[in-house]
């Protein structure tokens, strides 16, 4: 079956790092565009970056452009979220999802990791 399966979340400073994995199985990943959204509490899920299958086309929020960088391996059905310059408001659930078309839909969703930026 299909699995997405998100590490890499935690409690960081303001102005630190991290960086998210997801790692896929059940699908072509090589196949899909990849994304990672974000939901804070008491707002909607936002869509924070996306890939496109081979890794060539990349697009960001403007909230963390220059900030985050996405990137996939298809050698390992991963996908990988760098956050640098890390701020309170990049507070949220991150979740890693994918679909078959450049600004479709996603078809698939993980359980979503949390990311806490406080001092």
């Known amino acids: 079956q299909v699995q997405l399966v998100e590490s890499g979340g935690g409690l960081v400073q303001p102005g630190g790092s991290l960086r998210l994995s997801c790692a896929a199985s059940g699908f072509i990943f090589s196949t899909y565009v990849m994304r990672w959204h974000r939901q804070a509490p008491g707002k909607e899920r936002e869509l924070v970056a996306s890939?496109?299958?081979?890794?060539?086309?990349?697009n960001y929020a403007d909230s963390v452009k220059g900030r985050f960088t996405i990137s996939r391996e298809n050698s390992k059905n991963t996908v990988y979220l760098q956050m640098n310059s890390l701020k309170p408001e990049d507070t949220a659930v991150y979740y890693c999802?994918?679909?078959?078309?450049?600004?479709?839909?996603?078809?698939?969703w993980g359980q979503g990791t949390q990311v806490t930026v406080s001092s």
């Open positions: 890939i496109s299958s081979a890794g060539s086309t990349t």
């Open positions: 999802a994918g679909g078959p078309v450049w600004g479709g839909r996603n078809d698939y």
